[in-house]
């Protein structure tokens, strides 16, 4: 069974990286025809698709961070991560890591339980 | 993007009642549209895919519909367990897959 487990700092300053990471269990992180995505939701507000990355690594980005985004895997611990760079208090959000199917009608399952990054001084 | 506008944001209803939550796409998305349920403090978990097809263990009691551009999420008996947020996902063009705004299910 595919599991997600996030992890990563609760609290990042302005101006400096976040970096999330996704441990995989089930499945191997290169093994075809997975992908792996990352999607934030504000407290209180909606879900936004932040990016997704493909077993061979090929990345996509949402054109609205595209600029300070960079999703990446690790094969040696079998997790892929998240950095989104130059974060504003606008960036804190429940981050959640999931995996995005690859055949039509494309959805998100499973996801991660979630992780909290409050960005404040 | 393809904006997707949920309605309404939020809704009481009572265990028993039949509920209707609609989600509308700025342009016609065929079918390629998802549904996913958030109890408090959990990960949203998917419900439907491809507008209509409930997946396996959930309720019959969820049922989806439409096509285009309107889609409805219909649950015919509520249940104390289905009182949480409900979202629609697009994924008819990927960059950017969205989301509406999601609909809070209360309990009146």
């Known amino acids: 069974q595919l599991q997600l487990q996030e992890s990563g700092p609760g609290l990042v300053k302005p101006s400096e990286t976040l970096s999330l990471s996704c441990a995989v269990s089930g499945a191997s992180v290169t093994s075809s025809p997975y992908y792996w995505g990352w999607i934030r939701q504000p407290p209180g507000k909606g879900l936004e698709w932040i990016g997704s990355?493909?077993?061979?690594?090929?990345?996509y980005y949402n054109p609205s961070l595209k600029s300070r985004v960079t999703i990446s895997v690790d094969t040696s611990k079998n997790q892929f991560s998240l950095r989104l760079s130059s974060v504003t208090t606008a960036d804190t959000a429940f981050y959640y890591c999931a995996r995005p199917t690859v055949t039509p009608p494309y959805t998100f399952d499973p996801w991660g339980q979630g992780t909290l990054v409050t960005v404040s001084s | 993007d393809i904006q997707m506008t949920q309605s309404p944001s939020s809704l009481s209803a009572s265990v028993g009642d039949r509920v209707t939550i609609t989600c509308r796409a700025s342009?016609?998305?065929?079918?390629?549209l998802n549904w996913y349920q958030q109890r408090p403090g959990k990960a949203p978990e998917l419900l439907i895919s491809?507008?209509?097809n409930l997946q396996s263990g959930v309720p019959s009691r969820f049922s989806g519909g439409g096509s285009g551009t309107d889609f409805t999420l219909t649950i015919s008996s509520l249940q104390p367990e289905d009182f949480a947020t409900y979202f629609c996902q697009q994924s008819y063009t990927t960059l950017p897959y969205t989301f509406g705004q999601g609909t809070n299910l209360e309990i009146k």
């Open positions: 990355i493909s077993y061979r690594g090929d990345t």
């Open positions: 342009q016609s998305i065929v079918n390629y």
């Open positions: 491809g507008a209509s």
